[in-house]
């Protein structure tokens, strides 16, 4: 897919690893909408980075624990832009308990924003890339923002570990549903940015314990966003971008 004058929806592209795929889009010369739940400010300045490379850029909150917000954002994209080309699914909570204290809340939650979201976010956007005019050599893309946790079972870590395994078995189910019109694929991102408030020595021994020893940035997981927008010819993958994370065993604690 070339890029250039395509639209492109990355949810959570306000901050954190979402703006990193939203900036390496409007790179490219996409039309970006930038999804965000409460960081209304982050998303400005989200929009004024994209729009200084020649694109347009539409910030859009919704709430996605709420289905009727979901359909409000894909109602947006049609509006403003009658068209969608890629779909990121990088927005995500974190939650982090010991099993025996999980509450149905919390599980809940993490399903809600991790699973059923990209779920809803992605039916929508299938109805919308299939309205879109595009070249019959053209795929649209859906791109899953998952996790070492969905393929490795961490401590303390259930209802995430559970909601990313799930959300790559939905990878691979929507890539067989939605072909050849749309494909689909997840990235597994390993140590990339730290979770907020963890101390840097904990940091350290996260990322030394993959084997390139070292951390990755947003800039490695939106290569491969542009990557798998470029390569049309891959569908159904789950890509680890982890510095060999997956090879060893999960971090417990």
């Known amino acids: 897919m070339d890029l250039h004058g395509k639209v492109a929806v990355v949810t959570g592209g306000a901050h954190r690893v979402g703006k990193g795929i939203a900036l390496a889009l409007a790179r490219e010369g996409a039309h970006v909408v930038v999804h965000y739940g409460r960081a209304a400010d982050e998303?400005?300045?989200?929009?004024?980075?994209?729009?200084?490379?020649?694109?347009?850029?539409?910030?859009?909150?919704?709430?996605?624990a709420k289905p009727d917000e979901i359909d409000a954002l894909f109602a947006a994209v049609k509006d403003y832009f009658g068209r969608l080309d890629v779909l990121v699914n990088s927005a995500a909570n974190f939650i982090k308990e010991p099993f025996d204290q999980i509450t149905l809340d919390s599980w809940k939650d993490a399903l809600q924003v991790n699973l059923r979201a990209p779920f809803l976010c992605s039916q929508q956007a299938a109805r919308l890339m299939k309205q879109s005019s595009r070249p019959s050599d053209e795929s649209a893309l859906i791109v899953n923002i998952s996790d070492l946790m969905g393929i490795q079972p961490w401590r303390n870590f259930v209802q995430?570990?559970?909601?990313?395994?799930?959300?790559?078995?939905?990878?691979?189910?929507?890539?067989?549903?939605?072909?050849?019109?749309?494909?689909?694929?997840?990235?597994?991102?390993?140590?990339?940015?730290?979770?907020?408030?963890?101390?840097?020595?904990?940091?350290?021994?996260?990322?030394?314990?993959?084997?390139?020893?070292?951390?990755?940035?947003?800039?490695?997981?939106?290569?491969?966003?542009?990557?798998?927008?470029?390569?049309?010819?891959?569908?159904?993958?789950?890509?680890?971008?982890?510095?060999?994370?997956?090879?060893?065993?999960?971090?417990?604690?």
């Open 43 to 64: 998303a400005d300045d989200t929009r004024r980075e994209i729009e200084s490379f020649g694109v347009e850029a539409y910030p859009v909150q919704a709430d996605l």
């Open 160 to 253: 995430h570990g559970v909601a990313k395994a799930g959300l790559n078995q939905l990878t691979q189910v929507m890539a067989v549903e939605l072909a050849p019109a749309i494909r689909v694929n997840a990235i597994v991102p390993g140590p990339i940015l730290p979770p907020a408030n963890l101390p840097p020595d904990a940091w350290q021994r996260i990322y030394e314990a993959v084997p390139l020893k070292r951390p990755g940035n947003p800039g490695y997981i939106a290569q491969t966003v542009v990557f798998l927008a470029a390569n049309d010819f891959i569908t159904g993958a789950i890509i680890p971008v982890d510095g060999g994370g997956h090879l060893v065993g999960p971090r417990q604690g």
